[in-house]
Structure formats: structure tokens, C-alpha cells
């Protein structure tokens, strides 16, 4: 039976050995005993190396986990705590309307605005130098947060990036040295070290590639220096024994796996998937402990279920692999799953696709059908979903719980959805048709807008009969991007983000005398950052 699984599971990636393209390096861990460990692919396209279980990867955003494990060592000796005011130990960060602790940066229900989506807004490109100090001024003079702490689940690799600089504060050692010291020494990962300086060399390095729309690998460069949000550079070898210590741990605090598999709490009682630095989804009833990490390029996802004693870990250097859905596959094949049958009143899902805006918080979302699956992108994640009732869907395969409900008749060409996000946070969808303005109204809208939480301003114009927004500088020269008129002052638009574009929405805002005095953004991780329209 064992042999039949890894030709199937061999299967999946067979492609990928041919054709001299960028692949994968994976492990399939059963009950202690690694029962498949294979790569497929070159590491470097240019010099023809093949990818092996040793190439070295930038791990991504599975970096958090470890920055969460060196807190736990930290609270465990009594020099933290996790229930700790942030700005007691980064008093940098200004203190806002209500308390922001530790726990909150980890359970990334803190608020504060991802650094990478910060970047976006203030025209800053991944190709570009970008150090740990950079990201910290930018997130250090945010004056407001999204929402009140523990009120929402919200992605934001600010929380892990500001938790590496508290590590360093609260040990007196640098990040980098304590992660080897303290975790990658005593569990014997030799290979593992956290990259904190994008010029030195990288023996073994499986370079990252996209595909351009013409079938042709580009190698990525991205110079934005990461930390406890995903600089760790390691192989899938070492990668093993940091999944081994799941089963018995080496390493302080001694009940550290429990720790870290601990949901979140909201304050409304409910609890959240996301634990400290690791994904708590089920997966057909079963637990599951996983994360996944992406950048230019890489698309990775480290899956632990618990009950099966099953471990899957899987490393490409492409940003074509859908990770997630690959590693669940893998599952199946494993432990003899299979997916439900269908349903007598399935709906016709391709009438569903299309985006779809929620005009309350500026959120977008994507609906697409995979076979009897929907696809759905929101809040710049992809979850896939299987119906559940006659207008219910749940999230079948997906980072955490997300539930759809389709309001209105049944028959619509495009009915509201009610989206139930991780957190009880409920959003109302709608597929609007774009609004017709006249040339004379764009006028009201056009002005210069300005924060002092961005190092740039906005310039809204109107350019042959359409409102576009762009950066006010001169070099390099900015992008113009159109503005899209949904009604009711809320415009769509679109910003270029990890070399594709990201969806969102500007909300024009109104003062007490009617006139335009500023706009509200809300794009990806952030929204809610307000922007005054300057006089003149």
C-alpha cells in the first residue's frame, strides 16, 4: 500500500523534472520515519543545479514559529511576558486608544499595519535596499491601528518584525545570534540561520523565479531585509528536525508545542486558528498544525496533523505552486481520505465568478470555480470551498475558517454574499456595476492627500475624462493608476504588489460643508488609513 501512495504522491511533481524549470524539495514524515524525501527541479536555472534536500531556501513567513518559540524561552526565564504592554518594550511605538500587548503581535490580532502593504502605499518596491530599520520607522509612526486589539484576525508582518526587535531587547543578544544559540545549535540544524543582510553569500541557495505570461522563467530579486516575519534561511534536512522536535521536544519551554498550537482569544470569546507563529486549521475533521510562507518567487507550507503523527513539508523556489493544495493532496493520499460526494442541489459555480466589494470596509473578493470546488480570494488569501447546504459554503482547504452564504434569490446572476471570516467578523459582498461620472464631477475629487503615517503624498487628477491616482514625486517617475467609480464617493483601485497587481478601494470623505476633505484606503492587509486632502 506504502509503495502505491509515493508513485502517487511522486505524481504530482513529475513535471517538474523535466524541461530544465525551477521545483521542489519535499518530505512526507510518518509516525517518526521519513518515508518519502525527494526534490524535483533545479535550484538554479542559470547553471543547470538541481534542488535537493539540502538546497538552502528563504523559509518565508514558517521564520514566524521560531521568533515565537525564542518569546516562549524568554517568558519562560521570567525576562518578558506575553501579556506585556508592547510599548514597554518598544517605546518607540506610540500608545493608542486601547492596550496592545505581546500576545497580540503574535496571535496577529494586533492591528497595526503589515510593512510589506505599508511599502506598497508608499511606492517602495521589494527590488529595492529595505532594512530591518526601515520597516521599524515605517510601523513605529503609524498613529493608528485597523481595529482595537483582539477584536479581529488580520495578517500583519509588522507584528512579527517588531516581536524580533523585543527578543533582542529582552535578551541583550541579536536576533540572529539568539536563534542560533538557543534553537538551531541544540537541534542540530548546522544549515539554519536567519539572514540579516541581503549581501552576504549563500552557499547552496535555491534561487526564487516567476513566469512571465509568455512561459519564461525570471529570476526575482527582492533586497527588503526580513527578521522574525520570515528571514530564516534553512533546507528541508534541517527543516526535519525542527518538525521532529514537534514530537519530542528539546527545547524550553518544555510544553512549547502546546504553547504554540494555543488559539487565539478574541474579545468576543471567539477563538481564532491563528496560535503563536502556526495555523490551527482541521482538515476533514482532523487537527492540523501548519503554516505556510511566501515571497517573490518561494511558496512554501510545513504541515503537522497531530492525531495521524504525520508531517509534510514542502519547499519550491516558484510563485506558481499552490502550496496549500498540493500539501492536502498529499494528506489524502496518505491516510486514505476522499472527498465528499456531491450534492443533489449543487450549485453552478461558474455563475458565481467574479469580484465582488464590500462597501462597508473597502474589502475585495475574488469567486472562481475549481471543478466542484469555489475558489475564493479574500484579504489576499485563497481558500477553497465545498458546499455545505443549499446556499452555504465552508472552507474546505484554506488557512483558516472562512463561510460564505448567498443572500438574495437563487437565480441571481450575481447575489450578495455574507462572508464569515476567521474571528466572527461578518462581511456583506456585492458584484456592483461600475458608476458613470461626468468629466465636470471628477473636479470635487482632485487635490493632493497627505499623512503623517506615509513618507509620501497622493495626487488625484482627472486625466482625459478619468480620475487617476499617482505618487507626488518626480523620480523615479510614479505609475498613474485609474480610478474606478463604484458610486457613493467609493472608487476601485489598483496597485502593483509582489509583481502583480492587488485589488482594493479609495472611499472619498466629506466634511460638514460637503466639500471633498479627504479619502480612506483599504487594500489587502490594511485598511482604514486616512489620507486629508491638503488646502489649495
Known sequence: MADDRLTRIDALFSDWARDKQPGASLAVVSKGEVVLKKSYGLADLEHGVPLSSSSIFYICSITKQFCCTALLMLEAEGKLSLEDEVQKHLPELPRFEHKLTIRHLLNNASGLRDELTLMLFAGIGFEQAISRDDLFDLVTRQRTLDFQPATRYRYSNSNFMLASVIVERASGEDFRSFLKRRIFKPLGMNSTRLCDDNSELIPGIARPYSRDQGGNWHRNLALVELSGDGGILSSVDDMLLWQANYRQNRLQPADLLQKLSTRGRMVNGHSIAYALGLRTPEYRGRRAYMHGGGWPGYTHELVHFPDDDLGILLFTNRDDTRSTLLTRTIADIWLGLERPASRSDALPLERLAGRYFDRDEGYTMVLAADGSRLVAEVVDYKFWLEQTSADRFDTAIGPHPVSLRLIGPADAKYPKVEATLD???????????????????????????????????????????????????????????????????????????????????IKFLHGAGGMVEGLRINLGRISNLRMTRRPG
Open 423 to 505: 474571528g466572527g467578523q461578518v462581511l456583506v459582498f456585492e458584484h456592483p456595476t461600475p458608476a458613470q461620472l461626468e468629466p465636470s464631477q471628477l473636479g470635487a475629487y482632485a487635490g493632493t492627500y497627505a499623512t503623517p503615517e506615509l513618507p509620501v503624498s497622493y495626487i488625484v487628477e482627472a486625466v482625459d475624462d478619468r480620475l487617476s491616482l499617482r505618487l507626488d514625486r518626480s523620480f523615479p517617475k510614479p505609475g498613474r493608476q485609474t480610478l474606478t467609480p463604484l458610486g457613493d464617493d467609493l472608487f476601485v483601485v489598483q496597485l502593483p504588489f509582489f509583481y502583480k497587481p492587488s485589488t482594493g478601494t
